[in-house]
C-alpha cells in the first residue's frame, strides 16, 4: 500500500509569500501530524489532527503558520508572510488511531527555501 | 516538561564492529520511547519503540534498544556494523498523556568505516 505523500518536494519562495504544502496520509490514518526540521536538527511537532479537527496545535509557531484538514484526509499546512527562517524540512506523518505509543509513518518531506 | 538528549552529533564505526548510540531522556512519567532512522534523501522510518512489557525490545536490521529506568536511558545497539547502516539517527519520546506529541533529538550521524 501507498505511504504518507508530500508535494511538493520541493519549493523555492521569495521572502513574504505565501505557501502551502500538502501531505496525502496512509488510507484510513485518522490522526496526522505536521514536524518541522531545520538542517541539523531532530523533527520538532507542529500540529495535530484526529479527523478533521486540529486536536493539537501548540507546535506552531506563530499566526503565520495554518493548517487544515476539511474531509481528514488530505493536510494543507499554509504560510503567509513567509521569512528566511521559515526555511526547513516539513514532514508529515499519520497514524491509525493518534494512540500514546502507536507507530506514525513519515512522509518524505517537503523542502522550503525561503529566498 | 520531556526531553530527549542524544550523546554525540556523530558517531564513527568500522564494519563489524559493535553500534552504540546514546540516549537519555527527561520525563517525569514513564515515556514511550522510540529510535527512528533517517537514510540520506528518505523519510524517517521507525526502528524500534518501547511502550509496556520487556524492557530489550528488537528492532528491524538487527538493532535493539533497552529502556532503563533507574538510568534514564534507552541506548540503541547493534553487535555487527554493516555498510547500509550509515545514516542519521533519532531518538524520541511521547507520553501516553500526550500522545500527538513526539519529542526528538537532535539525531546521531553513524558513519561506518570499512
Known amino acids: 500500500g501507498a505511504g504518507v505523500s508530500q508535494t511538493p518536494s520541493n519549493k523555492v519562495t521569495e521572502k513574504g509569500k505565501y505557501v502551502e504544502l500538502r501531505c496525502d496520509p496512509i488510507?484510513?490514518?485518522?490522526?496526522l501530524y505536521w514536524y518541522r526540521q531545520s538542517l541539523g536538527q531532530g523533527p520538532e511537532f507542529l500540529i495535530y489532527?484526529?479527523?478533521?479537527?486540529?486536536?493539537?496545535d501548540s507546535g506552531l509557531p506563530n499566526d503565520r503558520f495554518f493548517a487544515v484538514r476539511p474531509e481528514g484526509s488530505v493536510s494543507t499546512l499554509k504560510i503567509q508572510r513567509t521569512e528566511r527562517g521559515d526555511s526547513a524540512v516539513y514532514l508529515c506523518?499519520?497514524?491509525?488511531?493518534?494512540?500514546?505509543?502507536?507507530?506514525?509513518?513519515f512522509g518524505p518531506g517537503t523542502r522550503l527555501l525561503v529566498l | 516538561a520531556q526531553s530527549v538528549t542524544q550523546l554525540g552529533s556523530h558517531v564513527s564505526v568500522s564494519e563489524g564492529a559493535l553500534v552504540l548510540l546514546r540516549c537519555n531522556y527527561s520525563?517525569?512519567?514513564?515515556?514511550?520511547l522510540f529510535w527512528y532512522v533517517q537514510y540520506p534523501n528518505q523519510g524517517l522510518q521507525l526502528l524500534l519503540k518501547?511502550?509496556?512489557?520487556?524492557?530489550l525490545v528488537k528492532g528491524i536490521n538487527g538493532f535493539e534498544a533497552e529502556f532503563k529506568k533507574s538510568e534514564t536511558s534507552f541506548h540503541l545497539t547493534k553487535p555487527s556494523a554493516h555498510m547500509s547502516d550509515a545514516a542519521e539517527y533519532f531518538c524520541?519520546?511521547?507520553?501516553?498523556?500526550?500522545?500527538?506529541?513526539?519529542?526528538f533529538g537532535s539525531g546521531t550521524r553513524l558513519s561506518i568505516r570499512p
Open positions: 489532527f484526529q479527523g478533521t479537527g486540529a486536536a493539537d
Open positions: 506523518a499519520s497514524s491509525f488511531d493518534g494512540l500514546a505509543g502507536e507507530t506514525q509513518y
Open positions: 488510507s484510513g490514518h485518522t490522526a
Open positions: 518501547y511502550t509496556t512489557g520487556a524492557t
Open positions: 520525563s517525569s512519567v514513564p515515556p514511550y
Open positions: 524520541a519520546v511521547t507520553l501516553y498523556s500526550s500522545a500527538s506529541k513526539i519529542i
